[in-house]
T-cell receptor
Framework: TQLLEQSPQFLSIQEGENLTVYCNSS?????LQWYRQEPGEGPVLLVT?????EVKKLKRLTFQFGDARKDSSLHITAAQPGDTGLYLC????????????FGQGTTLQVKP | ETGVTQTPRHLVMGMTNKKSLKCEQH?????MYWYKQSAKKPLELMFV???????ENNSVPSRFSPECPNSSHLFLHLHTLQPEDSALYLC??????????????FGPGTRLTVL
């Protein structure tokens, strides 16, 4: 069974601080996706990483896929209150069925 | 607005009721999914439909019954539910189920409370 361990589960920081969220597994994934979910809404895709060691940047967000494609991280620089939300990582099944394995999520609160 | 709509947004039902959740996608996708999101647990995949055929059933109890009449619509029929079934039920769609990088677009979910 493929599992994704996401940490930390909760994070409360002040505006302007940096933070990193981690997503770890003992399994290899074909790709890994990061989603952000706001209250009352469904998850919205932020990025997909496919290649081991890949780094992608989305404004103040930096996503990295581990060399072995078993782990990933999301780093936010100078967090803003608008970054508040639930961040989810999801690994695509190596059997290529399109099935996603989700982590437990990280609830981020950025205080002004 | 992701192009995936779900109704109702909120539902309260008793354990003996029968209700249905509806999902509609306006994206021309071929695959649709039902997920369950409970507090402090990862999103759980329940069912996957590809080209209106069910391709995955993740050991979901029979009190949940999916239906996919066409590629744009997906239903989840509920009957004799338990309080532990209370959760946010999310629908998603994607272009295909065979692509590891195909993006899944989620609806806003139905918040279900079983009394």
């Amino acid at each position: 069974t493929q599992l994704l361990e996401q940490s930390p589960q909760f994070l409360s920081i002040q505006e302007g601080e940096n933070l990193t969220v981690y997503c770890n597994s003992s399994s290899v994934f074909s790709s890994l996706q990061w989603y952000r979910q706001e209250p009352g809404e469904g998850p919205v895709l932020l990025v997909t990483v496919v290649t081991g060691g890949e780094v992608k940047k989305l404004k103040r967000l930096t996503f990295q896929f581990g060399d072995a494609r078993k782990d990933s991280s999301l780093h936010i620089t100078a967090a803003q209150p608008g970054d508040t939300g639930l961040y989810l990582c999801a690994g695509a099944s190596s059997s290529n069925t399109g099935k996603l394995i989700f982590g437990q999520g990280t609830t981020l609160q950025v205080k002004p | 607005e992701t192009g995936v709509t779900q109704t109702p947004r909120h539902l309260v039902m008793g354990m003996t009721n029968k209700k249905s959740l509806k999902c509609e996608q306006h994206l021309g996708h071929n695959a649709m999914y039902w997920y369950k999101q409970s507090a402090k647990k990862p999103l759980e995949l329940m069912f996957v439909y590809s080209l209106e055929e069910r391709v995955e059933n993740n050991s979901v109890p029979s009190r949940f019954s999916p239906e996919c009449p066409n590629s744009s619509h997906l239903f989840l029929h509920l009957h004799t539910l338990q309080p532990e079934d209370s959760a946010l039920y999310l629908c998603a769609s994607s272009r295909l189920t065979s692509g590891a990088t195909d993006t899944q677009y989620f609806g806003p979910g139905t918040r279900l409370t079983v009394l």
